[in-house]
């Protein structure tokens, strides 16, 4: 893992470049196809939702889905689910729970939207639903953060069996900016809040939050376990080289930033920890699978 | 609402909502609304109502249990539970001690065994005084023994909300006690048994987004402001001011999210027909008692 502040880790997370929910449907499943609507409102752009196949597993996948141009995130709402969106969610999820598909969530929001409509239309009740539903699901469930896990909005899609996350994802009460500014009245205090509200996968994964972590950053960890000798050196000697020029240092810099281009890995190793995910709930009755996710939230 | 607090930064609405400050313990009491200056006891006599322009104060959670509970009937229950401290907040467990001390509860809510009108129930009344009533590990732990237990011992359950959501004191913890009650109440709700929700000035964030939302029934106190995000936030997105009555118990009735608006004085009645129409229980004697008098009860349609 890298060593960054928690600060460091928050921007990483709302980063532009940072891939996003369908870049890891395309990364990690064998199909998908996406299915929408809530049945009662509209659709909503800001979760994607539809069923994949994993090495021959039907499973149901449902995102929160960032735009990467302005263009996209009228459609996307910056990641901002409407209520709509929580109950499009909940409806795939009752569907996989009829047809007895396991349910795959990748969470990456700000937070669920705080507009007037979303108000209207019950934003509170949504969220609150789909914790009531999903604590009964007998399907097992799995969460994945990957980018923001913004309060409410993000466990209206984590009452899963198990939830990961990745090295650089954070999952909070609310925002840094809105920590300082509510609890000491100064909303540039963020970068301090961020170390102090224990957002970051490893400070969650102290908590018993989050069951896994994976490393953003696998391409160079890697090469450190499987180099042979006179390989390392080479690669020291790389390293010394480029530690030189600061323009390769940026460089270098810039491509442990996790991103479409260099996420293949990171999927490769998310889809084998899936297979195992299915393989090991596979083996477990329906009972078992509601009571294990009643008792991962109630020792909370 | 909304502009008196001239220094508050951004998200700064919760403590602009808990800004109307409960009757307090003195002899006289000016109501905020109308300015007239009242006895505290008649305002205590007239169930927290300002006597002049009916406007309602918040009811801390002894003088709400004796509102609705037949007299002696409240056993508190889960008190004294240990603090959790996940963040070591600075200050927080000081902070703590001193609410105990000023509003006479352990935490932000009171749960226990009550009577309405004879018939059992499990009741947890939030504390809005307690630390604007959030909800920390404290909170949601009563409450979830609270409704386990009523579903062990097939108890409906009743909840006044009042609440400006999660506890930032703690953290991600906080947040887990929403799925942690809503899993609880799902249980409840799968063994047959009833929830009645009550929501009260002001119940917002992650309370309405868990608990306060899935009552077989939801009531609200006239004029409560009940959301998800508070008026603040949203005037921040919009980049406007919000309509006069946005996001107020009658404009959450229009909008289908609750069931009715109850005032205080029809609270008690209003309480044990629907817990006796959702499967409650009337003692033996007071059941016969009723089926002697049935043919002269009063009629009651009410259509609002
Ligand atoms: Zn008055």
Redesign the interface.
């Known amino acids: 893992m890298e060593d960054l502040t928690a600060w460091e880790r928050v921007k990483r997370a709302r980063g532009g470049e940072r891939p996003t929910s369908i870049d890891y449907i395309s990364g990690i499943f064998d199909r998908f196809m996406e299915l929408h609507g809530d049945r009662a409102c509209r659709d909503d752009g800001a979760i994607v939702g539809g069923i994949a196949q994993i090495d021959g597993i039907m499973v149901t996948v449902i995102g929160e889905q960032k735009g990467r141009t302005m263009k996209q995130n009228l459609k996307r709402n910056f990641g901002m689910p409407n209520p709509e969106g929580y109950r499009k969610a909940l409806r795939l999820m009752k569907q996989a729970e009829k047809f007895g598909r396991p349910i795959v969530c990748f969470v990456d929001t700000p937070g ?5 409509e ?8 949504a ?3 789909n ?3 999903m ?2 699901l007998k399907v097992p469930v799995l969460s994945i953060l990957i980018g923001e896990g913004g ?2 909005g993000a ?2 899609l984590a ?1 899963a069996n198990e939830v990961w996350m990745l090295e650089n994802a954070t ?4 925002s840094p ?3 300082a ?3 000491w ?3 540039k205090r963020a970068d301090e809040a961020a170390e ?4 970051t996968a490893g400070d ?1 994964k102290n ?1 018993c ?1 989050v069951e896994r972590v994976f490393a953003e950053n696998i391409e160079r960890e890697e090469s450190e376990i499987s180099l042979t000798d006179e390989e390392t050196e080479a690669a020291a000697q790389l390293e010394e080289y480029k530690s030189d020029t600061e323009q390769e240092n940026t460089e270098q810099e810039r491509s442990s930033v996790l991103t479409r281009d260099n996420m293949q890995l990171l999927a490769d190793e998310l889809r084998a920890g899936i297979l195992e995910f299915l393989r090991i709930y596979h083996g477990k009755t329906p009972t078992q699978i509601v009571e294990e996710r ?1 008792q991962r ?2 020792k ?1 | 609402m909304g502009e008196k607090n001239k220094r508050t930064g951004q998200n700064d609405y919760m403590a602009d909502a808990f800004a109307e400050p409960q009757v307090p313990d003195g002899l006289f009491w000016k109501c905020e609304k109308c300015g007239e200056i009242i006895y505290s006891e008649d305002i205590v006599a007239n169930y927290h109502i300002c006597p002049n322009c009916q406007s309602y104060f918040r009811v801390p959670p002894r003088a709400r249990i004796s509102m609705v509970a037949d007299k002696g009937s409240f056993t508190e229950w889960d008190t004294g539970l240990p603090v959790s401290d996940p963040l070591r907040f600075p200050g927080y467990l000081e902070k703590l001690e001193r609410m105990r001390e000023i509003t006479g509860v352990d935490e932000a809510v009171v749960t226990g065994f009550v009577r309405i009108d004879g018939m059992p129930a499990a009741m947890g009344v939030m504390a809005s005084s307690f630390m604007m009533g959030s909800m920390g590990e404290i909170v949601g732990e009563k409450l979830t023994r609270m409704i386990e237990r009523a579903t062990r011992e097939r108890l409906p359950v009743v909840i006044f909300c009042c609440s400006g959501g999660a506890r930032m004191q703690e953290g991600i913890v906080s947040l887990m006690q929403m799925a942690k009650t809503a899993g609880a109440l799902k249980r409840h709700s799968d063994a047959g048994l009833y929830y009645l929700s009550v929501l009260t000035d002001p119940t917002t964030g992650g309370v309405v987004a868990s608990f306060a939302m899935l009552g077989d029934t939801i009531l609200a106190e006239p004029g409560a402001l009940i959301g998800f995000a508070g008026p603040r936030v949203i005037e921040q997105t919009i980049g406007q001011k919000l309509p006069d009555g946005f996001q107020r118990a009658e404009f959450l009735l229009e909008h289908g999210f609750v069931d009715k608006i109850v005032r205080r004085d029809r609270l008690r009645k209003t309480l044990s027909f629907l817990i006796e129409a959702n499967g409650g229980v009337k003692p033996q004697e007071m059941y016969t008692t009723r089926q002697h008098n049935s043919g002269a009860a009063q009629k009651a349609v009410e259509i609002d």
């Not at chain 1, 999952?171 to 609310?174: A, D, M, Q, R, T």
Request: aromatic content about 14%; glycine content about 12%.
């Open positions: 669920a939207f705080c507009g007037m979303a108000e209207e239309r019950g934003q509170g009740e969220i609150a639903r914790l009531y539903e604590s009964a309060s409410g466990l209206a009452v999952y909070s009460i609310l900016e809105g920590f500014s509510i609890l009245k100064d909303g102090v509200m224990k957002i969650l908590l939050m009643y939230f109630r909370f």
